[in-house]
Protein backbone atom coordinates (compact mmCIF):
# COMPACT_ATOMS: atom_id res chain seq x y z
CA UNK A 1 0.00 0.00 0.00
CA UNK A 2 1.50 3.66 -0.72
CA UNK A 3 2.52 6.07 2.02
CA UNK A 4 1.04 9.10 0.08
CA UNK A 5 -0.59 9.81 -3.09
CA UNK A 6 1.05 12.04 -5.83
CA UNK A 7 -0.06 14.49 -7.83
CA UNK A 8 0.98 14.95 -11.70
CA UNK A 9 0.65 18.37 -13.07
CA UNK A 10 2.13 20.53 -16.11
CA UNK A 11 4.11 22.33 -13.78
CA UNK A 12 5.50 19.28 -11.44
CA UNK A 13 4.44 16.26 -9.41
CA UNK A 14 3.37 17.16 -5.51
CA UNK A 15 3.16 14.57 -2.90
CA UNK A 16 1.53 14.55 0.58
CA UNK A 17 -0.46 17.66 1.56
CA UNK A 18 1.00 19.47 -0.93
CA UNK A 19 -0.88 16.94 -3.46
CA UNK A 20 -3.91 17.11 -1.45
CA UNK A 21 -4.23 20.52 -1.32
CA UNK A 22 -4.38 20.98 -4.77
CA UNK A 23 -6.73 18.14 -5.27
CA UNK A 24 -8.81 19.88 -3.15
CA UNK A 25 -8.68 23.52 -4.84
CA UNK A 26 -10.24 21.63 -8.02
CA UNK A 27 -13.23 20.28 -6.16
CA UNK A 28 -16.50 21.91 -6.14
CA UNK A 29 -18.41 23.01 -2.40
CA UNK A 30 -16.31 24.44 0.54
CA UNK A 31 -13.12 22.09 -0.50
CA UNK A 32 -11.06 25.05 -2.45
CA UNK A 33 -11.10 26.76 0.56
CA UNK A 34 -8.40 24.60 2.34
CA UNK A 35 -5.88 25.60 -0.40
CA UNK A 36 -5.10 28.64 1.78
CA UNK A 37 -3.43 26.11 4.15
CA UNK A 38 -0.82 26.28 1.74
CA UNK A 39 1.00 28.62 3.43
CA UNK A 40 1.70 26.77 6.32
CA UNK A 41 5.13 25.60 6.34
CA UNK A 42 5.19 21.69 4.70
CA UNK A 43 6.87 19.60 7.58
CA UNK A 44 4.26 20.95 9.80
CA UNK A 45 1.10 20.44 7.22
CA UNK A 46 2.61 16.96 5.79
CA UNK A 47 2.98 15.88 9.80
CA UNK A 48 -0.48 16.73 9.97
CA UNK A 49 -1.48 14.92 6.55
CA UNK A 50 0.20 12.03 8.09
CA UNK A 51 -2.08 12.28 11.25
CA UNK A 52 -5.00 12.39 9.75
CA UNK A 53 -4.33 9.27 7.38
CA UNK A 54 -3.38 6.68 9.90
CA UNK A 55 -6.62 8.16 11.45
CA UNK A 56 -8.87 8.41 8.56
CA UNK A 57 -10.75 4.51 8.44
CA UNK A 58 -11.19 4.82 12.06
CA UNK A 59 -13.17 8.10 11.63
CA UNK A 60 -14.52 7.69 7.58
CA UNK A 61 -14.71 3.46 7.55
CA UNK A 62 -13.40 0.98 5.39
CA UNK A 63 -14.91 -0.77 2.72
CA UNK A 64 -14.49 -4.11 1.72
CA UNK A 65 -14.17 -3.29 -1.90
CA UNK A 66 -12.89 -0.65 -4.18
CA UNK A 67 -15.43 0.59 -6.40
CA UNK A 68 -15.15 0.32 -10.19
CA UNK A 69 -14.68 3.49 -11.93
CA UNK A 70 -16.27 4.37 -14.82
CA UNK A 71 -14.73 4.47 -18.35
CA UNK A 72 -14.78 8.62 -18.28
CA UNK A 73 -13.01 8.41 -14.49
CA UNK A 74 -10.66 5.87 -15.51
CA UNK A 75 -9.19 7.73 -18.08
CA UNK A 76 -7.72 10.06 -15.44
CA UNK A 77 -5.58 7.65 -14.22
CA UNK A 78 -2.20 6.25 -15.01
CA UNK A 79 -2.07 2.62 -16.11
CA UNK A 80 1.18 0.91 -14.41
Known amino acids: ?3 SIVLLEASGYYTQSDAALR ?3 RLSGAWPL ?3 LIVVPR ?3 NHIYAWIARHRYKWFGRT ?3 RVPTPELRER ?3 L
Open 77 to 79: FLE
Open 23 to 25: IAR
Open 43 to 45: PLR
Open 34 to 36: LYA
Open 64 to 66: DAC
Open 1 to 3: MPD
